[in-house]
C-alpha cells in the first residue's frame, strides 16, 4: 500500500516550522513524523500526518507551497536487526532511497519506516513479496489509538 | 602642470566660440549618418540652423535605444574603411552598444586621457601599472594609450591576480595604479595576507579611480589605506571612455573637456536646461568625433556643474561626482548591468516563478549580487535535490550573461513584496 508525505517548501528561517505546525494545530491534523532537508537558505519539511488532504489544503490556503508525495511507509520489528532486514533488501534489489526516516510504534515491538524511492510501486511489490507490510493513509491514521491502549 | 596650457585656460567667451564651431561642423558630419540622417529629417531639423549655442537646443535627443537601434553601423559619418577601433560598453549579450573610431578620434581621445593624467600630476618619469580589463571595456586600453602618450613606463597588468599585481608593483617601482575603487579595498587586504605595508612596500604615490559609482567616504578610506592620492574619473563609452572629466589637484569636481564636448544639464522630466549648481541628467555632445558623432546623448548619470572658477585655472567647468541614474542601471565591479537582463534571462528557465528581487551588498570590500527568486508552484514535487538544481542553473545562466556570480535564494511563490505599478528590482545595501 502507498501512503502520502507532505512535502512542503520552506526558507530557512526562524518561525517558519512555528507557521507550518500552527497552521496544522488549526485544522486539526495530527502529525505523526516530521523531518527537514536544508540545502543552504531553503529547504523542505516533510512530514507524515493523519490527514495528508485535509493538511494539504490548509497549508495551500496559508499561501505555502506544498506536495503530496508517494512514499512506502513500511511495518518493521523494533528490535536490534529489524531495520537492517529491510535495508539489506533494498540493497540487492537496487532500490536507491531518495529519502527515509522512522518512528516507533510500540516500544520493542513495531517501527514504521518510511521511504521515499524513485520507484513506489515496483518497490512496494518488493518488499511486500519479502514479507513486509506496508502500511497506506488510512492505517497510518488508525495505529494512533491502539499506540496510546499499550500504556 | 597643463598639458595643454592654452587649451586648457582659455578664456570662457573663446571657448563659447571654439563650441559652437565644433558643434556646427559635428552636426554636418553626423547628418551623413543612416541615423541622424532620418532622424532630423523626421524632426524637420536641419544642420544649418545651428547659429549660436543655445541653438542646441533644436538638435533632438539620441538615446542609448538610438544605439542599440541602430546597431551596429547606422551612426558612421565616415566609410568603415576609415575606421581602426571599435569598442563596447561594458555588459553583456544583447544589450550592448558599439562605439567606432577613426585615427584621429582616437588621438584625440588619447589626448584627453593624457591631459587628466598630466593634471593630475602623471609624468614622463613615472611607471604606470593599469589594473583595468583591457579588451571591449574603454577602461583599459583608454588609460594605457594615454599614459603612453604623457611618456610613462606602462605596464598592462589587466584586472584580477591580487599577489601578481602587488609583485609587478614591487618588481618595478610602480608609482601610479588605475583601479576600479572596491578592487583597491580588497587589494589592500592581499596587502595585509601578505605582511606589506603599501606605503612602506611600494613607491605607489598616485592612483586613477573609476569605472564604478563610489562616495567621498570611499576614496579617503583608500588615500587613507595606501597613503597617496586617489583622483576621480568620468567616462563613458559612448563619449569615448575615460578622458571626459577628471579631477585636478584641488580633487574638488571633475573638470569636464568643453574643447571636446558640449555639455548640458537638464531636467529628466520636462527636458529643459537647469541653471549650473542645479541637480540633473547630464547631456553631452562629441564636438571633434569623426566616425561616429553623437549629439545630446543622454547620459542618464545625474550630477550638477560646480559654479565659480577652480583656483587650479583651468577655465573648462566642473561636474560634480554622479550621485545617481535616471534609470535601474546598475554598476557592480565595473559591470554595467540592467535588471531587464536579469528578468529575461530568469523567466527562460523552467521553474522560475514571476517575481524577484535583486539586493547589492557589500562584504568586506567585495560588491555582491543577491537575488532572491520565487519558484513556481508547479514546479515543487517535494524533493530538495531538483531545487538546489535549479539554485545552480539560475546561478550559472546568470554568469554566464551579466559575468557577475550571483547568490541565488529560492524563496516561495509570491513572498516577494509586490509593489503598485514599476516593480522594485533592485535594493542598493552597498554603504556610499
Known sequence: ?151 | MYWEKELETRDRADLATLQLERLRETARRAVRSHHYGKAWTDAGFHPEDIRTLGDVGKIPFTTKDDLRENWPYGFLAVPKDDLVRMHSSSGTTGRATVIFHTKNDVDAWTNLVARCMYMTGLRKSDVFQNMMTYGLFTGGLGFHYGAERIGALTIPAGAGNSKRQIQLMRDFETTAIHIIPSYALHLYTVFEELGLTPQKDTKVRMAFIGAEPHSEKMRKRIEEFYGFKAFNSYGLSEMNGPGVAFECPEQNGMHIWEDNFLVEIIDPVTLEPVPDGQEGELVMTTLVREGMPVLRYRTKDLTRILPGPCPCGRTHRRIERITGRTDDMMILKGVNIFPIQIEKKLMEIPGVGRNFLIFLEREGFNDLMHIKVEVERGFFDGELRHLEALRRRIVEELKSDILITPKVDLVEPDSLPKTEGKAVRVIDNRET
Open chain 1, 1 to 151: 500500500m502507498i501512503a502520502h508525505q507532505l512535502s512542503i517548501f520552506a526558507e530557512n528561517k526562524p518561525g517558519k516550522l512555528a507557521s507550518v505546525t500552527s497552521v496544522l494545530a488549526k485544522a486539526k491534523v495530527s502529525i505523526r513524523a516530521t523531518t527537514i532537508a536544508t540545502a543552504d537558505t531553503f529547504g523542505v519539511i516533510n512530514l507524515i500526518v493523519d490527514d495528508p488532504k485535509t493538511a494539504q489544503e490548509a497549508l495551500t490556503k496559508a499561501g505555502m507551497m506544498v506536495k503530496l508525495r508517494p512514499v512506502l511507509a513500511i511495518l518493521i520489528d523494533d528490535k536490534p536487526g529489524g531495520l537492517d532486514r529491510l535495508t539489506q533488501l533494498l540493497f540487492k534489489e537496487g532500490v536507491n532511497v531518495n529519502n527515509a526516516y522512522g518512528f516507533v510504534l510500540e516500544s520493542r515491538e513495531k517501527a514504521v519506516f518510511v521511504v521515499d524511492v524513485d520507484q513506489t510501486e515496483k518497490a512496494e511489490k518488493l518488499v511486500e513479496k519479502n514479507g513486509f507490510r506496508t502500511l497506506d493513509t488510512e492505517a497510518l491514521s488508525a495505529i494512533e489509538p491502539f499506540h496510546y491502549m499499550k500504556y
